[in-house]
Structure formats: structure tokens, C-alpha cells
């Protein structure tokens, strides 16, 4: 999937799109925000930098501080591939961050949706 469309769309493009569908399901922009900084290993200051500084998703995750180790947890379907089984990396980066919100969106709790240990 190398040179795919979505490699060199912006971040802040899309994180609108994230941002409705949690919201239209009584999730809120707070949470979306905890899963980039999750998934990403950014503050919200450096978050709100990328998304101003219009990042690619490419760039976005090439660059990020430090992606969470977890994410390898992340399994299920998303547009009807599981994201374990994609092959190109920064596909599966964009796959992970689609699950986890739609995880949110389907009223999972942050617990769950992050893969922290149930206390």
C-alpha cells in the first residue's frame, strides 16, 4: 500500500471526522485527544502543534515521541481487514488509531480502548 492517498493527507484534516463520530455517540474531543497522546506518546501541546502545523499521518507517525508498545494489543476489523494481519506499517499505524476510535464510539471504556490492566 505504499504511496496510498491517506499517507499525505493531513492529520488535522481528518481529526475533525474523529472528533464528530465520538462526539455523535456522547463521547467527547477530551478522548480523542487521550487516545493520539496514547497511541502516540504526544503531550497535548505537541498534539495540538502537529494538527496546526498540518502533519501528514506520514510524517505524523514517523515523527511521533514514542509509540505505545501496547498498540500490538489492538486487534479486530476495521474497514473489514483486521488490523493485525496488515502488512505495511504505517497503514496498520492509521488502523489502530480508526479501531480505537471506534472503539470509543461504541461506549467501550477508556480502560479497555487503552489495554490498561483492569485494576
Known sequence: MAGHRIFSTSVASVYPLYIAKA???GRSKAEVDEIFRWLTGHDQASL????A???TFE???ANAPELNPNRALITGVVCGIRVETIED???RELRYLDKLV???AKGKKMEKILRRPAP
Open 48 to 51: 495540538e502543534a502537529e494538527l
Open 53 to 55: 502545523s498540518k502533519t
Open 89 to 91: 506499517p504505517l497503514m
Open 23 to 25: 462526539e455523535k455517540k
Open 102 to 104: 471506534d472503539e470509543l
Open 59 to 61: 510524517d505524523f507517525f
